[in-house]
């Protein structure tokens, strides 16, 4: 694991929960977008990640701000999609 993420990912243990919340959902919607990232070219793999990075940065410094509710409708509507791409 990249130790930058490494060391993040320790730090989000002591977040607030809704702040942890955002992070997974964030999270969630990286590997999704690793996922179909198989097929593109290594340079747009890489925009694609550039992209992504900002977007957890921007969710991280604004804190969390959504329900239990509303996260766990999320992550569920987005693993399901994962779960529809794969088969």
Not at 45 to 53: F, G, S
Request: charged share 35%; proline share 2%.
């Amino acid at each position: 694991m990249n130790k930058a993420l490494e060391t993040l990912l320790k730090r989000a243990a002591e977040w607030p929960p809704q702040a942890q919340e955002e992070a997974a959902v964030a999270l969630v919607d990286i590997e999704e977008r690793l996922v179909e990232a198989q097929s593109l070219t290594a340079d747009e793999r890489a925009a694609r990640l550039a992209d992504l990075r900002d977007t957890l940065m921007r969710s991280i410094e604004r804190g969390g701000s959504h329900t239990d509710e509303e996260v766990e409708a999320s992550i569920a509507q987005r693993l399901d999609t994962l779960a529809r791409q794969q088969r």
